[in-house]
């Protein structure tokens, strides 16, 4: 299973990226996903995570400003980051379980200035 993560970049403080994850390969159904981030000197964080019944999980910090959503038919997903802080700034990884096994995508960096 592979991943490609896109989306990311550069934007002001209160704006908006969206991130999008697409799976390929031996794909049968993917259980999960979810987005994590990491910024300079910190540990890797759930940032956020959907499973195949719906069931949604935020981290405190962007509940209400990050959505996450997945196209199942299309091994997709994507983040919808609004009201975009300085301190969202980070590598953003895209995960998958599939079969029960986790694969982790490149990171994407977002930076967001003040």
């Known amino acids: 299973v592979q991943l490609q993560a896109s989306g990311g970049g550069l934007v002001q403080a209160g704006g908006s990226l969206r991130l999008s994850c697409v799976a390929s390969g031996s794909i049968f159904s993917i259980s999960a996903?979810?987005?994590?981030?990491?910024?300079?000197?910190?540990?890797?964080?759930?940032?956020?995570l959907i499973t195949s019944s719906g069931y949604t999980n935020y981290a405190d910090s962007v509940k209400g400003r990050f959505t996450i959503s997945t196209d199942n038919g299309?091994?997709?997903g994507?983040?919808?980051?609004n009201?975009?802080?300085?301190?969202?700034t980070a590598v953003y990884y895209c995960h998958v379980i599939v079969r029960s096994r986790p694969?982790?995508?490149?990171?994407?960096q977002v930076t967001v200035s003040s």
């Open 33 to 48: 996903m979810g987005w994590y981030r990491q910024a300079p000197g910190k540990e890797r964080e759930l940032v956020a």
């Open 74 to 76: 299309k091994n997709a």
């Open 78 to 81: 994507d983040l919808q980051m």
């Open 83 to 88: 009201s975009l802080k300085p301190e969202d």
């Open 103 to 108: 694969y982790w995508g490149q990171g994407t």
